[in-house]
């Protein structure tokens, strides 16, 4: 825990203008930290998996 809190207190000084990303295996809470940050910072949150990400792509079994 003291890691994630190290993580979002350097998350706090950074400008408004960036972008964070928010990576992990399932269960590890991305999205509390994701909905804690938004508020804090008045933000929106973007989500994706990787089922969003694949919908589009093409697959082919000969690659």
């Given amino acids: 825990m003291q890691k994630i809190n190290t993580s979002i207190n350097n998350i706090i000084k ?3 203008n960036k972008v964070v990303f928010i990576l ?3 269960g590890m809470g991305k999205s ?3 909905v804690d940050l938004a508020t804090y910072f008045s933000a929106k949150i973007i989500n ?3 089922m969003q990400v694949y919908k589009d792509l ?3 079994p000969t690659r």
Avoid: E, H, Q, V
Wanted: glycine share 6%; net charge positive.
């Fill in 14 to 16: 950074l400008n408004k």
């Fill in 24 to 26: 992990g295996a399932t």
């Fill in 32 to 34: 509390r930290i994701s």
């Fill in 48 to 50: 994706s998996d990787k």
């Fill in 58 to 60: 093409t697959l082919s």
